[in-house]
């Protein structure tokens, strides 16, 4: 059984490095075997269009990207693989979102306040250069969780806040709508260590000292001669601490080779021959993935065909629950609406079981949709336990459960609204 959703996001701005591959792609790609969790992995474009303004730029990321996961080993039969983009139901959910998230939290994400920092320090206008895209960004990442209910979410340690924001949003819209959204977590990989760059800071865009994940052969090994190094010479002992090329080894390499070389450091091992080592141990493990990337990103169509199946089973989820979140806070068709005075009644979103006691002293429970219609009513129980029981399987189980139950059953509405309504229970939505 699939008990855990998890999901994650790459925004498509640039070209993949060594780092992504080492702290994202690689163990993502790892946990994505494991049979017990259900993964959803998405190139985040409209997150791109927030930094980057260069149309061609983000169409050339999202395809490396898409190749990138693809020749690492994900499975898109096995995990649902999408494009952001493709599912117009983000951005409609970003805004029954942006209307129950506080102003003030997105004053407080740390990469806004940041941009405002540096305009205060310059006398600038403090949201000099802000678009409203980089303030909203939270809400977007938030629907990005949120609309597949994902439990674990795999980040780097800068997006923790905006996981945690993620959840007070769907705190909120809950507990003004009723329980839509399960409560996401930020999954961080304590183990996995932050690779360093060509110059020994950590490896990311910004320092521009990054090893392209997929660069060919000869570049790689350029790249990686031009790690800097102490000016130790030939013959004398090195340190493996705090040495780049060390900790980008020992990334790659098992137990046993790691130990070898911080041996051959030991015994004065030249920087010339550690680095040729790094690059074969390096080369060896990418090579065969370079290959698949070669080939993929020749057939951009192939990718793309990949990417809208992907699509079309997202949406297979997107697509009713936004149905259901529309119905929730009123976006709703008008029939219906003349029937519906009371405030009370208004407040009921979804179809709901309710459990009571009769006069007769039995326990019952029943079932109403969302307009408070009846659809299910049980028989009378001894024991409220059993009632409990009872609701809880069909919740559970849906109208599977329905012929075991038969002797419980009173009254039963229309076969296939009560089959949509119990739907609505059953895990994950
Ligand atoms: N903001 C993330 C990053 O820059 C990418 C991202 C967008 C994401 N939406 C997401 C990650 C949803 C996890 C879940 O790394």
Known sequence: MKTQRVLTGITTSGTPHLGNYVGAIRPTVRASRLAEVESFYFLADYHALIKVGEPARVQRST??????????GLDPDKVTFYRQSDIPEIPELTWLLTCV????????????????????????????GVTAGLFMYPVLMAADILMFNAHQVPVGRDQIQHIEMARDIAASFNHLYGEHFTLPEAAIEDHVATLPGLDGRKMSKSYDNTIP??????????????????????????????SALFQLYQAFASTEETAALAQAYADGMAWGDAKQVLFERLDQEIAPLRAVYDE???????????????????????????????????????QAAATRTT?????????????????????????????????????????????????????????????????????????????????????PQ
């Open 63 to 72: 395809l490396e990207i898409a190749a990138t996961w693809l020749a690492c």
């Open 343 to 427: 405030s009370k009644a208004n407040k009921i979103a979804a179809p709901t079981f309710k459990q009571y006691r009769e006069q007769d002293g039995l326990f019952y429970f029943k079932l109403i949709d969302a307009q408070g219609a009846l659809l299910l009513q049980s028989t009378g129980f001894a024991a409220p336990r059993d009632a409990a029981q009872a609701m809880a399987r069909l919740q559970r189980e849906g109208s599977a459960a329905l012929e075991a139950l038969a002797t419980h059953i009173a009254m039963q509405g229309n076969a296939a609204t009560v089959a949509a309504a119990l739907r609505s229970f059953a895990e």
């Open 213 to 242: 994940l997929f660069a060919p052969r000869d570049q790689l090994r350029k790249l990686i001669m031009g790690i800097v190094t102490d000016s130790r010479a030939p013959g004398e002992p090195k340190s493996t601490e705090g």
């Open 101 to 128: 998230t506080g102003k003030g939290v997105l004053n407080r994400a740390h990469a806004y306040k940041a941009s405002v920092d540096k305009n205060n320090a310059a006398n600038a206008d403090p949201d000099a």
């Open 296 to 334: 993929l990103i020749q057939e951009p169509e192939r990718i793309e065909r990949t990417l809208k199946a992907g699509a079309e089973k997202a949406r297979a989820i997107a697509t009713p629950f936004t149905a259901r979140l529309r119905h929730a806070v009123g976006l709703r068709p008008l």
